[in-house]
């Protein structure tokens, strides 16, 4: 269960990272 949060987390931050001109548009928008 451990290893599934900490694989969640990387995943997530391997999208925010390849998606970051996608996060800057969320942040312009705001």
Do not use: E, K, T
């Amino acid at each position: 269960m451990r290893s599934a949060i900490i694989f969640a987390l990387m995943f997530f931050f391997i999208l925010s990272w390849n998606y970051q001109p996608y996060m800057d548009v969320i942040n312009g928008a705001r």
